[in-house]
């Protein structure tokens, strides 16, 4: 007799897991191995010149290379609405760790990131994100993570760099979009740089919360119009420029999620 056909799927299920499991526990520590060289690279090259571009075709190999680990298939819309020789900030929703390298990727600009201060804890590791410019910040102290952000955001200015900031300041558990934080958009009425919203779907499949193994699978970037800023103040404003954001953010978000379930 023949199989019966939910006989396949589960046996098909079992070996995209397995497959899925391998790739994770045998290329995570090795990615995480090379890490270690890369970031002792990123402190050498930069020890030299801080401003060589030798450290973005660093990162972007080290991005290229996380990626690779499930992997991950990629969708690019909106790319049009980036101007390479402009910088921004970036405003992204956060579904997994698998948005950094992803932004590292498809953005065809330099761009730096705010890190909680843990991450820095691996001393070689640490020191390259110091190096190459990753800002630091302290979840617990406000105060700390304001003079850290305004002090990123000088380096970034000073190394021509964009700055890459998601808005509900940690990851989603459940791949619903979380309340923003108005950081990002006072970043860029502060800077005067135009806002470049990003919307990620799909992130959180390829690492789902609670789980340590990778799964390959498909992932949609679109990049939105940026939005300019150099009009605005905090004062006037802050509050309905990020309110916009978030509801445009989120009704965007919720149309590619029902796109991609139907």
Request: with cysteine; proline share 7%; hydrophobic share 45%.
């Amino acid at each position: 007799s023949y199989p019966h056909p939910s006989d396949r799927v589960y046996a098909t299920g079992m070996l995209e897991n397995f497959i899925a499991a391998a790739r994770t526990f045998v290329l995570v520590p090795l990615l995480f191995l090379y890490t270690m060289v890369l970031a002792l690279a990123v402190i050498i090259v930069v020890a030299i010149d801080p401003k060589t571009k030798a450290q973005d075709r660093i990162v972007e190999h080290w991005a290229n290379l996380f990626l690779a680990i499930p992997p991950v298939r990629i969708t690019v819309e909106g790319i049009d609405n980036v101007d390479p020789d402009q910088r921004y900030v970036v405003a992204s929703n956060h579904l997994s760790m698998f948005d950094i390298p992803l932004l590292f990727r498809v953005l065809p600009i330099h761009g730096r990131f705010l890190s909680k201060k843990e991450v820095f804890r691996y001393p070689v590791i640490g020191r390259g994100m110091r190096a190459i410019g990753i800002i630091e910040i302290d979840r617990d102290s406000s105060g700390s993570s304001r003079a850290a952000i305004n002090a990123g955001v000088g380096i970034a200015a000073e190394r021509g760099y964009s700055l890459l900031v998601f808005p509900e300041g940690t990851r989603s558990r459940d791949g619903e979009l979380l309340p923003f934080k108005r950081g990002a958009c006072r970043i860029a009425i502060d800077t005067g740089l135009p806002l470049l919203p990003v919307v990620i779907e799909g992130t959180d499949r390829i690492s789902t919360p609670g789980s340590k193994v990778f799964h390959a699978g498909s992932v949609v970037v679109r990049i939105l119009p940026p939005i300019v800023t150099s009009d605005m103040t905090n004062k006037d404003d802050l509050r309905p420029f990020a309110d916009a954001v978030e509801t445009e953010m989120g009704t965007i978000y919720e149309a590619m999620h029902r796109a991609r379930q139907s």
